[in-house]
């Protein structure tokens, strides 16, 4: 099995020709200098340490796994010198702001970096995965005092992040938390409580690690507004260990480099973040950025599952293929099997359109921050808004199915572990729970972010998707598709849906279909960038544009059908 | 986690009521006793025995696994005990002639025991899921000489049996392999070379293991008729060992119950099956009865994933549901949420149909094997040969992927170890690969089973569907569409697929679609008989039938407009 190799002219072939990242950058002051060749060196430099100094550790993460011992966790061998070498590298502050001690890089390397990670080693990444939005979560929210004490610590990485949500009696349902904070004569508060499933509660990667935790102070109202934001060290600044403890680590089905820790907090200290009662608000800045960072997991997962299937597919033979170049008593190679052909296909044309919507969406996040106008920076808050929660749901449920589909490529050999798929199988199954369910995503899409504004926002999106394409064939195709949608969604579905006559669960049972319906858009949007991109008539590209029309999109349809008998049935 | 318990009243439903299974048995000579009373008490003892002693073990059987040891191989705690009650109590020969030791019961019977199996221990399960296979190859193909050895051990189960197939250098290619079989004075052969994927090739479950195996005679021609079937015990009849190894067992995604074996042959002796150059006619025998137990371990897998799921989401609470009974603070039954709901629903509708298609292909082989009109023997043939391939490709996909499903139902906890439902994950994911890889079922079901005859065949079953139809809605509005399917065959499909200028690999590009397209189909079919079986106006079965027609039954069309793309761009 040979580790993963980011494939570094794909992605800046996306960056820099179908997205024109490097033109839109470099009209916000705050990235003029981010020219090709700028964004080009640090995706190379990305990838040379993604290849060799964490792609390597990711078999060990699986089979040795973090392990614990009376509340340590010892992580997999050598995560700990690698997670050194990169924080000292000063990757995990490529983003933030310089006057932070980050570099100030666009959003977009970000999120080409962590896709690559998680390809060549999921486990790994979880550690570094949360940083940036615990750094933009104390970066908005915290006091002063609190910034001077944390922020640098944690953009620059010296010290890891968790989120601490979850509790044993409530899993999606934050507003059901019970852990209680206290105040102390020192403007502090005692936390006591119990989380679970806190991803790289506890580890030896960093000296420290800073935990923010929702809890509720006393007399606070029950449900989502009672709850406050803490952030809570496991180590305070005189030294001492505080009263945080990792309790026990699951046995997962994969992800074994990812220590999951129920936490027990026993009138452990902290800090408030933010207003009292705000802390869901505060929470939100970190799980926005958390599910865009999932979704390129799954990119980065489906990837890595390609990779290996694509190359074993050039590799072996198998039978003889109908048209193949075989000669009499030897088999072709698994490649030139259609059957294999298709998998390969299809998955690629996944991959493909999800960088473009995935990159799409960390550059929109840079316009948001730096654009001078208004109505762009509306349009890019849009855009994050209602295309994150498409791709954190469409492209971990494809990681997962799409890298089942690449392990059939091996045949049985795909079921033994000794290549290495079915870990990224097992891996990249728990992508579609944590951070809200893939279930939790389409009802965020629809009732959260569709119906509230009649909605306007999601047709304004696809108004612009539409503008966005050209007059060629496949622009105009995929215009009449998005026409086809709009026209659906205000003469059928939001009339419907938003009837004072509607049952109360009706939206709830259009809300996956929905969400894939748009992810069949977007994806059809990408495909027709990459069309119509100077270089797209390459054989590499025509193949996965070609298993998109013919294997994926068809989807679309099915998914219009099923609406409609939802909405009809209601 | 609770051990699985077999849901005989469903099973029973679908067996007696839906099928009407007692009447078509006893207008057969050979199954006069097969009354309701009979199969009912057959079905519930099998259930017991299957509750209380086989899946009890199915946690040890992932977490300790088989386990191997200079050659030989220990299984799992409770293996060998329960493997031994299973055929001391006569269950291996439940369905074998009464003459060779068995009980003479139909192959439904069979079918419902080796579902149950699966679902409640697939790992334990692997050990004699091939006996069967094998006790109808010896029978037909063997000689007298070696059927009184050997034929009685093996229809009772004394004596397990395997496969040896595959070989390190071809997987899929039975004709590429090299062991040889060199012939010995005393009239048998002994056998070299190493196979591989070899389930239960080594254990300690019985006191002999019976191998079959491929292997090349000198002088044969190369390619498959150059193959014949070999039988080799472990033990040869004067107590020696033979000289046949286990290597080494494989690192497995799951299904760790069940050692899968690398076997070395170092001049064993054994004796020839069948004629010379005739081996894989013997051995597609053993294949076909495999097969349709693949598909009953997909439906069994299922079976298990959806009944820990719907337990999970009866006893917990997450989040309000629309329209839910939850009381201010707390949160409803993860049951009440339309996108838990449906998974569900969907899930027991590929279940419950699939049980329809599948003991009905059990029937098939009892009228196959005992009708006395040669039409309806021939019509039992047609069923058989072009709905296994279907069966075991969708049903396996439906075990993994809509385990899947399942696994989502506990939200993050389907993750974790402790409840069960990743391991069904895991072990499932093999059944989509072995015994021809579910690609190489949609093959062998259009390019060997309908283009050859000009799809005569495949219209014959599709107009013998329609005929058992009622004029009921379902029934109208399925036979509208076994009409629209045989028109789109005959005037579409099969013209372009067998033109003289169609290109060489057109049919392998429709043919997983195809599959798919009919699978869709069958389920219709059998949607429609259960929804005119009185009884099945039952809630538990209207959930289902919806489920059925809003969440799979989309598919079709999509799979239609995938066929019809692949035409078109041909």
Redesign the interface.
Known sequence: MNAFQPRTDDMNFILCEVLRAPAQLQALTAHAEADEALMQQVVEEAGKFVAEVVAPLNRDGDEVGARWKAGAVTMPPGFRDAYQAFWQAGWPSLACAVEDGGQGLPAALEAMLYEMLSAANHGWTMAPGLLHGAYECIKHHASDELKTKYLEKVATGEWLATMCL?EPH????LG?ARTKAVPLPDGRYALSGTK??ISGGEHDLTDNIVHLVLARLPDSP??PKGLSLFLCPKYCEDGSRSQVFCERI??????HGSP?CVMRFDEAPGWIVGEPGKGLNAMFVMMNAARLHVGLQGIGLLDAAWQKADAYSKDRR??????GSAKA?E?DLIEQ????R?ILDAQRAWIDAGRVIAYRTALELDILKHHEDAARRESASRWCSLVTPVLKSAWTDQA??GA?AC??VF????????WGI?QV??DA??A???EG???IQ??DLLLRKTLPDGGAGLLQLLAELSDDLGDDTQGQRVRAQLDHFSAFLRERLLPRATAQDA???L???L??DFLRAVAMLLMAWAWARIGATAGAEAPRWQAAQTGF???VW??F??RL??LG??LD?A
Do not use: C
């Open positions: 979850t409530a899993g999606s349902d059901l679970i499933f029950p449900g699951e046995e997962k089905m994969g992800l999951t198998q039978m003889r293929a109908p048209g008593g088999a099997h259609p059957a294999m298709r997962f199915h089942s392990l059939q045949g049985g050999h795909g079921y033994v572990r000794e079915e199988v097992r199954r728990v579609m729970i944590y369910t893939n279930e389409a009802i049952p109360a669960d939206a709830h049972w809300a996956d029309w013919r294997w068809p989807e349809d099915m059908a099923m008998a939802s049935g």
